[in-house]
Nanobody
Framework: VQLQASGGGLVQAGGSLRLSCAASERRSRNIVMGWFRQAPGKEREFVAAIRWSSGHTYYTDSVKGRFTMSRDNAKNTVYLQMNSLKSEDTAVYYC???????????????????WGQGTQLTVSS
């Protein structure tokens, strides 16, 4: 499975941007797609995830109410709509996928099997 992330760029604080992640194939409905990010000098962190079969979404606290993750079944694509962007959102954003093995590990990047190449988001203050 190949994941292609896109949509990053430079945006002013308070602005919006939408990231996309297209999967080359989807072998099952029983998968999870996630977004992670890594800022310079920091560890990779979980941002959001969606369980493909149910559409249920999960977010890290710092983006709740500002970010929305969604999926398009026909296009095998997930999106991350990011509103009210802050300078601390600046990072390289990665999409990832894995089989759905349950909620306890949904935020654990080490449990994801496939990763996209990353797309840079820079929020200027």
């Amino acid at each position: 499975v190949q994941l292609q992330a896109s949509g990053g760029g430079l945006v002013q604080a308070g602005g919006s941007l939408r990231l996309s992640c297209a999967a080359s194939e989807r072998r099952s409905r029983n998968i999870v797609m996630g977004w992670f990010r890594q800022a310079p000098g920091k560890e990779r962190e979980f941002v959001a995830a969606i369980r493909w079969s149910s559409g249920h979404t999960y977010y890290t606290d710092s983006v709740k109410g500002r970010f929305t993750m969604s999926r398009d079944n026909a296009k095998n694509t997930v999106y991350l709509q990011m509103n009210s962007l802050k300078s601390e959102d600046t990072a390289v954003y990665y999409c990832a996928s894995r089989l759905d093995r349950g909620l306890p590990t949904i935020r654990d990047g080490n449990r994801y099997d496939y990763w996209g190449q990353g797309t840079q988001l820079t929020v200027s203050s």
